[in-house]
């Protein structure tokens, strides 16, 4: 009789790539800013990379949501090894202009940091929101608890 329509969880990795991309962008883009235009338009960008983010967040399962923010975790751990090491060692070290790697991995950095931060954020508004909802009273009647009232 009554037709349900199924919703399927999708995934458009094309946000995720735009924020990441935003945030890569807005990273090289504050640590060059002397002034405060330069600062405005990182920000803005930043801005537009957490809204990417945030769309993203919203089409795909928590459980996907929270390996994602582990993912970014662990590859932020990684390339902050690299700054210990030192950014211009390793850009010296491989082929090619030092300043575009340092320049890459300084993006990288911001990429990962700022993605990471994002999608444990989300993660933390999704599990505050599912924790909530689950606190109502229906669903203690649900559970077998017995109600304030009599049911005489």
């Known amino acids: 009789m009554h037709d349900v329509i199924p919703t399927t969880l999708r ?14 962008t807005a990273g090289i883009a504050a640590g060059n800013a002397d002034a405060l235009g330069p600062t405005l338009v ?26 994602l923010s582990l993912a970014f975790w662990v590859a932020f751990l990684v390339i902050s090894g690299l700054h210990v090491i030192g950014l211009e060692t390793v850009g010296n070290t491989v082929p090619g202009t030092a300043e575009t790697h340092v320049l890459s991995l ?14 444990t954020a989300f993660l933390g508004f999704r ?9 109502t009273p229906e669903d203690g009647v649900l559970e077998g608890e017995t109600s304030e009232y009599s049911t005489r």
């Open 127 to 135: 599990e505050y929101g599912a924790a909530s909802s689950a606190d």
């Open 106 to 119: 300084i993006a990288i950095t911001w990429g990962t940091l700022l993605t990471a931060c994002g999608a």
């Open 11 to 24: 995934s458009d990795r094309l946000l995720l790539a735009v924020s990441f991309a935003c945030f890569a």
């Open 42 to 67: 990182a920000t803005a960008v930043a801005i537009t990379g957490v809204f990417c983010l945030a769309h993203y967040a919203a089409r795909i399962s928590r459980r996907t949501l929270a390996h």
